[in-house]
C-alpha cells in the first residue's frame, strides 16, 4: 500500500453518489446527482455550440459492442465562460469542475480561477485520448491540493499506475476512474470498458486502501453495473455516454435505475459499504 500526506478530515458530503461525468454535466444536471462541468481548458477550443457540432460529426457507435468512439478534443468555450453559466443552471458550488492545461502556465492559472469559483471538487482531467501529449508540471498535485477546494484526478485506463501514485503522493485522495480508452479513431467509452474500469478501480483500492476516495465509471448503464464498482471498491459512481441522448437534459428517467443503485451502494442497503470520501 502507497503512504503519501494524511488526508485532513471532513467529509466531501457534497458530491453525490451518481456523478455526470465532463461534459454531459454541463447539460445534464438532475436532482440527486453532481455534474462535472466542462472540461474547460485556459483558452477557447471552439465554444459550447462547436462543440455540440464537433460531438455530432466525431462520435461513432458500434451497436455490436455497445461501444462510442469520440475524437472530440476538449471543445470548449474557455475557463473564463465559467463566470457566464446558463440561467436556471446548478450552483458551481454543487458542481465539480474539469480542466485540462496544455502548458504548466495553462494548469496554474486554470487552477487558480477554478477554485475562486469554489466548486464542490476541481477535476483535472489528464486523461483525454484526443489532445495529443498530455503534460503537466510535477508540482502540479500538491498546488492543487493546496487551494483548499477537494481534488480529484481523472485517470486512464490504461498506464495509469505511476500517475495515482505521483497524485496520491501530491495530496490527492480522489480519483475518478476511468476516462475513455484509447483506440484508432478517439478514446472508446459505453460497455467494453467496464470490464477495464472493474479493474482499475479493484486495483487502485487494493493499492491505496480506504484512504482513497474513488469515483467509478465506465460502461455504467444499470443497478448491476453500479454494484459490480461498489464490489470493486468504488465509492462513488459515474455516468457518461449514457446521458448522451437528446432528452437527457429534459427527463431524469434514462438515469433513475442507476441513481437509486448508486443511493442504495452509498447508504450499504447493496453489496460493500463504500467509504465517505474524505476532503484532501
Ligand atoms: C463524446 C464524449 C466526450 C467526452 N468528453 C470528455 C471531456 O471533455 N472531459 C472528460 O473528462 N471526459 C470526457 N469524456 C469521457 C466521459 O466523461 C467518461 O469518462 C467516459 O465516456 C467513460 O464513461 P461512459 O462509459 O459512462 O461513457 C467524453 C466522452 C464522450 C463519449
Keep these: 500500500m ?22 454531459f454535466g454541463n447539460y445534464v444536471q438532475h436532482p440527486g446527482t453532481t ?7 485556459w483558452q477557447r477550443r471552439g465554444g459550447r455550440i462547436a462543440a455540440m457540432g464537433r460531438a455530432a460529426l466525431t462520435v461513432r457507435y458500434y451497436r455490436r459492442l455497445g461501444a462510442w468512439v469520440n475524437r472530440i478534443g476538449l471543445r470548449n468555450p474557455g475557463i473564463h465562460s465559467l463566470d457566464h453559466q446558463i440561467p436556471g443552471a446548478r450552483p458551481i458550488a454543487e458542481s465539480i469542475v474539469s480542466v485540462h492545461g ?23 482531467n489528464i486523461s483525454c485520448p484526443n489532445v495529443g501529449e498530455i503534460s503537466w508540471p510535477p508540482e502540479l498535485f500538491s498546488e492543487a491540493v493546496a487551494t483548499g477546494i477537494p481534488i480529484i484526478v481523472k485517470i486512464p485506463p490504461v498506464r495509469y499506475a505511476q500517475l495515482a501514485t505521483d497524485a496520491f503522493s501530491g495530496g490527492v ?19 467494453p470498458l467496464k ?52 432528452s437527457a437534459p429534459f427527463s431524469e428517467k434514462f438515469l433513475a435505475e442507476v441513481r437509486r443503485a448508486a443511493s442504495d451502494a452509498l447508504s450499504g442497503s447493496t453489496g460493500r459499504v463504500p467509504t465517505p470520501l474524505p476532503r484532501d
Excluded at 455534474?35 to 481548458?41: E, I, K, Q, V, W
Design 173 to 191: 485522495r480522489h480519483i475518478h476512474a476511468v476516462n475513455t480508452l484509447p483506440v484508432r479513431g478517439g478514446g472508446m467509452s459505453g460497455a
Design 102 to 124: 496544455f502548458s504548466p502556465e495553462d494548469w496554474f492559472q486554470l487552477l487558480s480561477v477554478t477554485a475562486a469559483a469554489r466548486p464542490a471538487a476541481i477535476e483535472l
Design 2 to 23: 502507497v503512504a503519501g500526506p494524511t488526508a485532513s478530515g471532513d467529509l466531501l458530503t457534497e458530491i453525490a453518489p451518481l456523478v455526470i461525468s465532463a461534459p
Design 195 to 246: 470490464p477495464i474500469g472493474l479493474s482499475v478501480v479493484q486495483r487502485l483500492r487494493d493499492e491505496f486502501g480506504p484512504e482513497l476516495g474513488i469515483i467509478a465509471g465506465g460502461g455504467i448503464r444499470t443497478a448491476a453495473d453500479v454494484h459490480e464498482y461498489a464490489q470493486a471498491g468504488a465509492d462513488r459512481f459515474a455516468i457518461g455516454t449514457l446521458a448522451m441522448r437528446p
Design 35 to 41: 455534474p462535472t462541468l466542462g472540461t474547460y481548458t
